[in-house]
T-cell receptor, first 112, second 111 residues
């Protein structure tokens, strides 16, 4: 039981490039989340999903897109990378409302 | 939406002493309050949580208290050890799909 797995762990992008951050969970959780964490700050919600085929915007969705074709996978897409998107990105999942969220170990992304 | 404030932002304690972190929330409908510990290079890990029908919860050296009237909740770590050094986050939820996080407290335990 691996929990929440994120790939890659590190990535450097050039301005304007695109990439997909991968997230998969093996706990059969319906709810999945993407956060970004900037230095000295808390976690800001980018997008979330309450089940396959259902996604919604969080606090800071601009510049990102998501899809949820299966229960296990919830990829995050950056289409035109900008320096402001330099951050650590965390994926999380949980079984239900008011249940603990389980986090992956993050993807550290730098955009130069 | 929900706004969670966390204090202090940094906390240094002597090994064996207690550490206390306090959070306040804005939405009186919030009913779930988890605490997470984040070690360097890792994702946040749940250490304890409390629901609004409970005033206090303990798990070994960790305890959380909730004051619904004042809209604040606190994390207490007793007999601190070097492995307690980490960043701690509080969070609150109104029972919908989302958690609102505090900005975090960096705890350093001095040997």
């Amino acid at each position: 039981n691996a929990g929440v797995t994120q790939t890659p762990k590190f990535r450097i992008l050039k301005i304007g490039q695109s990439m997909t951050l991968q997230c998969t969970q093996d706990m059969n959780h319906n709810y999945m989340y993407w956060y970004r964490q900037d230095p000295g700050m808390g976690l800001k919600l980018i997008y979330y999903s309450v089940g396959a085929g259902i996604t919604d915007k969080g606090e800071v969705p601009n510049g990102y897109n998501v899809s949820r074709s299966t229960t296990e996978d919830f990829p995050l897409r950056l289409e035109l990378a900008a320096p402001s998107q330099t951050s650590v990105y965390f994926c999380a999942s949980r079984e239900g409302v008011n249940q603990p969220q389980h986090f992956g170990d993050g993807t550290r992304l730098s955009i130069l | 939406g929900e706004n969670v404030e966390q204090h202090p932002s940094t906390l240094s304690v002597q090994e064996g002493d207690s550490a206390v972190i306090k959070c306040t929330y804005s939405d009186s409908a919030s009913n779930y309050f988890p605490w997470y510990k984040q070690e360097l290079g890792k994702g946040p890990q749940l250490i304890i949580d409390i629901r609004s029908n409970v005033g206090e919860k303990k798990d070994q050296r960790i305890a959380v208290t909730l004051n619904k009237t004042a809209k604040h909740f606190s994390l207490h770590i007793t007999e601190t050890q070097p492995e307690d050094s980490a960043v701690y986050f509080c969070a609150a939820s109104t029972g919908d799909y989302k958690l609102s996080f505090g900005a975090g407290t960096t705890v350093t335990v001095r040997a």
